[in-house]
T-cell receptor, first 115, second 113 residues
Framework: AQKITQTQPGMFVQEKEAVTLDCTYDTSDPSYGLFWYKQPSSGEMIFLIYQGSYDQQNATEGRYSLNFQKARKSANLVISASQLGDSAMYFCAMREPGSQGNLIFGKGTKLSVKP | EAGVAQSPRYKIIEKRQSVAFWCNPISGHATLYWYQQILGQGPKLLIQFQNNGVVDDSQLPKDRFSAERLKGVDSTLKIQPAKLEDSAVYLC???????????FGQGTRLTVV
């Protein structure tokens, strides 16, 4: 069963606008962590933001924020004021306690920022 | 702080040949991962080390893939013999002792022809 679902293969956004990338997850464990990574064409996976399942507030890191809706099992990434350099693949990932730290990734969303 | 180093960046081999990838994790990171990322998909774990011991290799095709982490630092991933379906990016990542986020290298792009 797929544990991380990213339903948007590709997204376009106008420069300086905000964009939301969707992510839903599936787990029966009450303790888990959710991550978003950016992968530019160079190939490196760049950590963006983390949300723990017990965190009371939504995580924010600069222009990135995570819209965490626990009951819906969704962890959408919001990028505000998009920049041309934001064009990349974005991956949602989950870590469960029993996985010894292994990250389970979704299939990714390709974001293209238009000037 | 130096990041995760991987080499080579690119490799093209013929099927049935062998190939090896090298990874040097961030200093002090006890956990090291090898992921396989096939084009159009997210990374999939192949093997995870804690220091020099294997924690999880359940998804490693052991008939052709092998990995080692001598002295709990550098790691090598080998494929022998390679198949066409092994064409992918091989990502190495490491995590600090408290298992927060994983830090990734730039990957090795393997093409098997």
């Amino acid at each position: 069963a797929q544990k991380i679902t990213q339903t948007q293969p590709g997204m376009f956004v106008q420069e300086k606008e905000a964009v939301t990338l969707d992510c839903t997850y599936d787990t029966s464990d009450p303790s888990y962590g959710l991550f978003w990574y950016k992968q530019p064409s160079s190939g490196e996976m760049i950590f963006l933001i983390y949300q723990g399942s017990y965190d009371q507030q939504n995580a924010t890191e600069g222009r990135y924020s995570l819209n965490f809706q626990k009951a819906r099992k969704s962890a959408n990434l919001v990028i505000s004021a998009s920049q041309l350099g934001d064009s990349a693949m974005y991956f949602c990932a989950m870590r469960e306690p029993g996985s010894q730290g292994n990250l389970i990734f979704g299939k990714g969303t390709k974001l293209s920022v238009k000037p | 702080e130096a990041g995760v180093a991987q080499s080579p960046r690119y490799k093209i081999i013929e099927k049935r040949q062998s190939v090896a990838f090298w990874c040097n994790p961030i200093s002090g990171h006890a956990t090291l991962y090898w992921y396989q990322q096939i084009l159009g998909q997210g990374p999939k774990l192949l093997i995870q080390f804690q220091n020099n011991g294997v924690v999880d290799d359940s998804q490693l095709p052991k008939d052709r893939f092998s990995a080692e982490r001598l002295k709990g630092v550098d790691s090598t991933l080998k494929i022998q013999p390679a198949k066409l379906e092994d064409s992918a990016v091989y990502l190495c990542a490491s995590s600090p002792p408290h298992n927060t986020e994983a830090f990734f290298g730039q990957g090795t792009r393997l093409t098997v022809v």
